[in-house]
Every structure is written in C-alpha cells, then in structure tokens.
C-alpha cells in the first residue's frame, strides 16, 4: 500500500491536476467510481489505478475487473487519495489514461505518447463530414463545467461530433469529464487548433454554420435546422469572434422574456440541439403520415 505523498507515482498524479503537466505527460485523471465505470464499459484505456481499501471492499467485482485490465494498480491510503483527487471529498478512486492528441482529426485519432489504439467501440470512432448530421463547435470556451454540460447534451440529443477550439478550457479538465456525467466517452470530440478551417472545411461540405448571436434578428426556431448543422457558441464573456461569425450561413438569437443579455452558453447550445431534435422528429413524423 502507498501511504507517502513523496512516492514518484504519487508526485506524478498530483501533477497532473495541471494543464501544462497534462500535455506535457500526455495523460489525464479519471475520477470516481462512475467515470471509471464508463471508461471501461467504451474501451478507454487506462494506465495506473490508484484506490483505497475501503473502496476495494465496496466494489470488489469492478477492482477484479480492473485488476484484469490495468497495467498497474495500487492500494493507496486515505490521506493519499485526498490528495491525489482533484475533488473535496473523493469516493476512493482515480486513474491516469493516455491523453488524446488533441489536433488530430477524430477519424486518425491516436493515443498520444502510447501505442494504444482507440478502442473499435469507442465514442471516438470516424464519423466523416459527409455523414455528419448534427454538430456542435465550441470557441475560446472557459468554463469546464459548460464544456462538460454541452458533451452531455450533446451526446444525448444524438450528436455526431464536438469541435473545441484549442483556446478553450482543456476537454480532458477533471472538471468538464465530472460535469459530462460519463458522457465524454461516448461523444466524437476534437481539439481544434483550427476551428475557422474546420468550420469552412464543413461548409464547403455542404454542411449549414449556425451560430449563436445575442443580438441576432432570427430565433432560432425559425430555422431549419433538420439539414445538416454544426451550432457554434463563442466564450462567456466575448462570444463568438468576428472570424467564425463571418463563417455562419445562419445567425440565431434565443429570444427571452426580459433584458437579460443572453443566457449560459451551455443552456443555449442545448436548446438548439433539441430544437434540432425536435424539427427532424417532426419531419419524420409529417413525412409518415403522407405515406
């Protein structure tokens, strides 16, 4: 059992709690039983896994499983685990997993600084511009629990892929994977260290730009947004940039009831992607009913 915070594995996870050690290391924290569970139900792999004995006794048959699949897993102390978690009150179990190489396209995505492949099941599978249907891109987003809200909106209003500007909070934050509620495995993802090429890339695929404008003449339930759409939501503070708005084929509002400026982006990305749920249900249905 490792009981000293000066152990080298100990050090190594502590320092991952930050950005610039996360790229440099090339991995990241999964924490919690929970995201723990979903990494191994879609084939994430994992490196190191740290847990306490009281832990081990809570839930034998998944520490089992682990034990099968993990490299290399300790015991640690209590104590240790406070320390190494990046949460207040951790519920006895944290792993490093290989981080992904954030500029690369999700279709030859690899696992940086390891020769483990993404999984075949994985939510990062190839889902190439000419099949996309729905997509969300995020620019110069900063708080992780926003980014972590959207991947969960996201992934369950069937979208087919997440771009994130590399200006933007890390998508591998302890905070955006806790906020995605397991989520994060599940959902097509992609640091973009490009996003306006991305984003002419998919419009010169045919594919619609709607961005999201406080000031914007349109709702956005008066587009049509049952064409292939990728949504964009700029930063908190500055919204999107002059760049990608220049981008868009459509610019939407979200009308509201007083003066207030605009709402979270979070809230706001994930009534578009209803409302896009909504229309192609909608279609489908009129589209029946003529049968």
């Known amino acids: ?55 081990q006794d809570r839930y034998g048959a998944l520490w089992q499983q682990i034990q099968t699949l993990v490299p290399r897993c300790e015991t640690v102390t209590d104590e240790v685990m406070v320390a190494i978690a990046t949460t207040v ?13 954030s500029t690369q396209p999700v279709g030859n995505q690899v696992v940086q600084g390891s020769e483990v492949p993404v999984p075949a099941h994985s939510g990062l599978q190839h889902r190439g511009l000419p099949d996309l249907q729905l997509g969300v891109a995020l620019e110069a987003i900063q708080d992780p629990g926003n980014v972590g809200t959207i991947i969960r909106s996201a992934t369950a209003g069937g979208v087919d892929r997440l771009w994130v500007s590399d200006t933007s909070v890390d998508l591998d934050h302890p905070k955006v994977l806790r906020a995605s509620a397991g989520q994060w495995f599940r959902l097509a993802m992609t640091a973009s260290s490009a996003l306006c090429d991305d984003l002419s890339q998919a419009k010169q695929a045919g594919i619609q730009i709607v961005s999201t404008l406080p000031n914007a003449s349109e709702a956005y339930w008066d587009v049509d947004l049952t064409v292939p759409t990728i949504i ?45 749920n909504r229309q192609r249900k909608f279609k489908e249905f009129s589209a029946n009913q003529r049968k």
């Open 89 to 101: 009150s951790p519920d006895g179990i944290v792993a490093i997993a290989p981080r992904l190489l």
């Open 232 to 276: 964009v939501a700029g930063n908190e503070g500055a919204g999107l940039s002059d760049a990608v708005i220049g981008l868009s084929d459509v610019r939407v509002c979200i009308p509201t009831a007083t003066d207030v400026e605009s709402l979270n982006v979070a809230i706001a990305v994930s009534l578009l992607i209803f409302e896009a």
């Open 1 to 55: 059992m490792i009981s000293s915070l000066q152990n080298p594995l100990i050090k190594q996870v502590r320092k991952l709690h930050r950005s610039k050690e996360r790229h440099r290391q090339h991995c990241f924290l999964i924490e919690g039983t929970h995201l723990i569970e979903e990494a191994i139900a879609t084939g994430w792999p994992l490196q190191t896994v740290c847990c306490t004995p009281n832990w």
